[in-house]
């Protein structure tokens, strides 16, 4: 606005507000007088009513005789003045101060707060920036405090080599002006370098290097947040007053025009001295200040007439701006979005350079106005001639999510599906249609194919039969469910599928190596699976097919897996890829759980059918070794020689209850009639070993070590079910003893297998062997010892004791089922619904993912490793709930991300800025700018910036700060501090100046 302009808007808003007041004395006066007027007039009706009320009260004792009141104007009851108390005289401008001074105590900035240190229990003492809303005639404003101490300030690099040079000279002639007194807070922040160009301080600072100060604004506004020269004046003089009420020596500032400009007016007030801050912006550069010497010549007609012998100290920084790289940001990479189906490494990165430009800016810290030359005709101030250079990248903001993280987060969408597999599918699932005999067929795969695409003569049969529209309406339905589970668009084709299942179940030697070489630091405390086995391979490749299939191309892979699984069932053939271990490992998740039951199921019916057909053997063959001279029918190896390199044992027992009740009563009849059959003719059954310490009480003979029943493994979910079937019996003594009985089946078989082993031997022998704890060795006993008080009460032992008859293992009915417990882990596996699959290989998947980022991430790059820090960690707890491992998959998801927008950042600037660079580059990327300090570091940047033989170009921006002390407005003046920043760019042209007076001597 012009200066014409702005009288007239101030001149009517003093019209406005001087025709306001006259309007409310008017009315206050005429509500005054119209109250006074009638309070006197009922007063005076009420006292002629009570002086009639009286009168008519006359009579005998009465008051007739009593002379009538005189309410005449000469009592002292008239004489009374009526009085009112008025509290309305305060403007709307009085209550808004009023309302800024109460705001100011509770930020502790009375009686000389500066904002940097804050008072203790102030309220909002701990944040930067503290807030409230206040309203003048309508509007609504946001009051904030800005209050960074410069302590918690990382100062500039710019500012770090200069701080000392400048302040200690400039500190010397402000004080020696000021003897007495200190000079104010503001004028010794004005001289100070510590916020020159620091990019993560507000404008304000950087501009008049104040580290606390207030601004006032409009509040958000759905029609415009402009405030006028006007408004912003009358905001300022209502902080002003509101500031020196409080004692505050905070500087204040009022926003002027919209707020995306970033204009601001300022004062500051204290000790005498008040300090005004002016700004003014233009789109383009008036010619007579595009150099220093112009703008200097500014700075000097701000500072009266002592600017002749005023030493003024000037900053400069020079920015030059890279945008154009000429080359692919990461020639040679391999990194191209997609996986090869051979090898399943995830790729990471992205696929665009994530830097967006490099800002080089060339500072000079501090040099007297006349140590440099720059004007129209030459200039001094060349970048290669600059003492400090500092590098800032910008990024793209916000960064794109990359490869890897991409994926993951569609990935973990399953986990919304509530859908299961069949459903997924269409139709029938789990059904191998690779099947040629139908002898082969279960009744559920029978069933299953009547749904499946080979239905479809079977339709057309229908139809010759029970009617044409029958069977078209039957030939039809499964035409369209066919159609949905054979979409070409989804489902993967079968080459791929087999070159998967290959790799998966075939190709296992051939990724031996390959994995054995990689060593990363695992995940734990997670549901989860071993590194390198199957699950992992398995989440790899269920990843790839949702990138290219969706959720159907999943549950396509999922059922083909299951079918693989049972093939190796079916035909006892190991499962690859998993660990050749007994029991299954419960740390893992139940998925890994349930694949290394079925394992276990493998090699126990392996062993089985071995043993049987050995038995066989030796059955035939025992008769004619009975014959001659031996002291054993069956020595230890008899019962290994199945599988040596195994240490389980199978047995020749039956499968059913009927077949076991069967057996047994045979096996009793037997033995009543011929108890050498278990004994053996010449000695004991069953012998694993003989004890080299232990003999039996009772005849002396060496303790003979029975060859004995495992006990079957148990997944997470068998276990929880035993525990609530357990908990279920109650707690009464009958139901203890029924809870023993059920778990007393290992120890029945033990017992019965030590009878066989030990012909003659006594309960105690057994309990010295199974449970040598239970027996108390005492050397004066005959016995040596005897057994323990829990042992003699415990009434178990001795009952299975004596009902147990002597049975080698070989005849006892195995206490393992292969058959029923691999068939429910393969129920098991067919159950699981896409959700809960991806819900369990989950943390392989990330495990996966970590080491895909790792191994990609260079040794020499700290900045990658600081965002993978807290990564694992924060898959900590996963697989104990469903809904909680759900919710926080983004968050992990995240982290994922925030690695790899790191590792392309890295790698963007490593190409850049060429080889040996790694610690500028590592800066760059953990904090977005850093020092050129070394010599090498300096020619890389500049073979970046320049071209073979060239210089560097024009700058994008220049920014200068002029600060000096000087006595102002008159030379007898205390000194003062001023201080101007001026930005010259293309399309920019912006002056911030800080000029300081003494009010006491003019």
Not at 6 to 12: A, C, F, I
Not at 410 to 438: H, I, N, W, Y
Not at 469 to 480: D, F, I, N, Q
Not at 754 to 778: E, Q
Request: glycine fraction near 6%.
């Amino acid at each position: 606005e012009t200066k014409g302009q702005t009288e007239r808007h101030s001149s009517g808003w003093e019209r406005k507000t001087t025709r306001q007041r006259v309007t409310v004395e008017t009315v206050r006066v005429c509500v005054l007088s119209v109250c006074y007027f009638a309070l006197t007039r009922g007063r005076n009706q009420r006292n002629r009513r009570n002086d009639r009320n009286m009168a008519a009260a006359g009579g005998p004792g009465g008051l007739a005789g009593l002379p009538p009141l005189d309410h005449g104007k000469g009592t002292d009851q008239d004489e009374q003045v009526f009085e009112i108390t008025d509290f309305t005289t305060a403007t709307p401008w009085e209550r808004f101060v009023a309302e800024i001074e109460r705001t100011l105590r509770q930020w502790g900035l009375q009686a000389g707060g500066d904002g940097t240190q804050p008072r203790a229990g102030a309220e909002g003492k701990q944040g930067a920036e503290q807030t409230v809303s206040l309203t003048l005639l309508g509007r609504r404003y946001e009051f904030t405090l800005f209050r960074n101490p410069t302590s918690d300030l990382s100062a500039a690099p710019t500012a770090a080599l200069a701080q000392g040079a400048i302040s200690k000279q400039m500190e010397r002639v402000l004080l020696e002006g000021w003897e007495e007194d200190v000079p104010p807070p503001v004028m010794m922040h004005m001289i100070s370098t510590a916020l020159d160009f620091q990019p993560k301080a507000h404008n304000l600072q950087q501009w008049y290097g104040l580290p606390a100060f207030m601004v006032i604004k409009p509040a958000e506004s759905r029609y415009s947040n402009k405030v006028s020269a006007s408004e912003a004046k009358i905001l300022l003089s209502a902080l002003s007053v509101a500031v020196g009420a409080v004692g505050c020596n905070l500087p204040v500032f009022s926003q002027v025009n919209e707020e995306h400009r970033n204009m601001y007016a300022g004062y500051a007030a204290s000790s005498g001295t008040c300090t005004h801050f002016d700004m003014v912006k233009l789109p383009s550069v008036p010619s007579a200040y595009r150099h220093l010497s112009g703008i200097m010549q500014l700075f000097k007609s701000k500072l009266g007439p002592v600017a002749d012998r005023v030493r003024v100290s000037i900053t400069a920084r020079f920015t030059y701006t890279l945008r154009n790289w000429f080359d692919d940001w990461l020639p040679g990479s391999t990194t191209t979005g997609r996986q090869q189906t051979d090898n399943p490494m995830l790729s990471c990165g992205h696929t665009s350079d994530p830097v967006r430009c490099l800002h080089l800016a060339a500072t000079w810290p501090h040099f007297r106005e006349d140590a440099v030359l720059d004007n129209a005709v030459y200039s001094e101030l060349s970048p290669l001639t600059a003492p400090t250079w500092s590098l800032r990248a910008e990024w793209h903001e916000p960064p794109p999510m990359g490869q890897l993280a991409a994926r993951l987060a569609r990935f973990a969408a399953v986990f919304e599906c509530q859908k299961s597999t069949q459903a997924v599918l269409g139709g029938a699932a789990f059904v191998d249609d690779m099947v040629e005999d139908p002898q082969e067929l279960t009744g559920r795969d029978a069933l299953s194919r009547l749904t499946s695409a080979t239905a479809l003569p079977v339709g057309r049969q229908l139809g010759s039969q029970l009617g044409s529209a029958l069977g078209t309406m039957v030939e039809s339905t499964v035409k369209r469910t066919v159609a949905t589970v054979r979409s070409a668009e989804k489902l993967p084709s079968d080459d791929k599928l087999d070159r998967v299942l290959q790799h998966m179940f075939v190709d296992v030697e051939q990724d031996t190596e390959t994995a054995s070489q990689q060593h990363n630091p695992e995940m734990t405390r997670v549901k989860g699976a071993p590194r390198g086995g199957l699950i992992e391979l398995l989440a790899q490749r269920l990843l790839e097919f949702h990138h290219e299939g969706g959720l159907l191309a999943v549950a396509k892979l999922w059922e083909q897996f299951v079918l693989e699984i049972r093939w190796h069932w079916t035909k006892l053939q190991p499962i690859p890829r998993l660990p050749d271990e007994e029991a299954p490992e419960l740390r893992c998740c139940l998925l890994h759980q349930k694949l290394q039951m079925i394992l276990c199921c493998i090699h126990r019916q392996s062993q089985r059918n071995a043993l049987k057909k050995q038995a066989r053997t030796a059955t035939t063959e025992g008769h004619a070794a009975a014959k001659q001279p031996t002291s054993r029918r069956r020595s230890s190896t008899d019962f290994q020689s199945a599988n040596d390199s195994s240490d389980d044992e199978f047995y020749l027992a039956p499968e059913t209850d009927e077949a076991a009740q069967e057996s047994n009563a045979a096996l009793k009849e037997m033995v009543a009639s011929n108890p050498e059959m278990m004994f053996g003719a010449d000695g004991p059954v069953g012998v694993q070993g003989t004890s080299l310490e232990l003999r039996l009480l009772e005849t002396g003979e060496p303790l003979n070590i029975p060859v004995t029943q495992e006990p079957g493994p148990l997944t997470e979910d068998l276990i929880e079910r035993q525990q609530q079937l357990l908990t279920a019996m109650g707690t009464s003594d009958e139901a203890a003893e029924n809870r023993a009985r059920l778990q007393s089946s290992t120890l029945r078989s033990d017992i019965a297998a030590f009878k066989a082993a030990n012909p003659g031997c006594v309960l105690a022998d057994f309990v010295r062997w199974h449970s040598p704890r239970d027996w108390i060795t005492v050397a004066d006993e005959p016995a040596g010892g005897h057994l323990s008080e829990r042992m003699q009460q415990d009434g178990l032992w001795s009952e299975l004791w004596q009902d147990t008859k002597p049975c080698p293992v070989v005849h006892q009915r195995s206490l393992f089922d292969c058959t029923a417990e691999a068939e429910r882990a393969l129920a098991y596996l067919e159950s699981l619904t896409p959700a809960a699959l991806v819900w369990q290989i989950f943390p392989s998947l990330l495990n996966a993912s970590y080491t895909s980022l790792t191994s990609q991430s260079p040794s020499v790059a700290p900045c990658v490793a600081r965002t993978l820090e807290g990564l694992l960690n924060s898959a900590e707890g996963w697989g104990m709930s469903f809904a909680e491992d759900a919710a926080r998959s983004k968050a992990i998801i995240g982290e994922f991300a925030a690695a790899e927008v790191a590792l392309s950042r890295f790698r963007s600037l490593d190409h850049k800025l060429g080889s040996g660079q790694q610690a500028l580059v590592n800066t760059l990327v953990a904090d977005g700018e850093a020092l050129v300090l070394e010599e090498d570091h300096r020619t890389a940047v500049h073979h970046l910036f320049v071209d073979q033989g060239q210089d560097f170009p024009d700058p994008d921006g220049r920014e200068f700060v002029f600060r000096t002390v000087c006595p102002h407005p008159v030379r007898t003046s205390a000194p003062v501090a001023h201080r101007m920043y001026a930005m010259l760019s293309e399309h920019s042209f912006r002056i911030a100046g800080a000029f300081s007076r003494d009010t006491k001597f003019r």
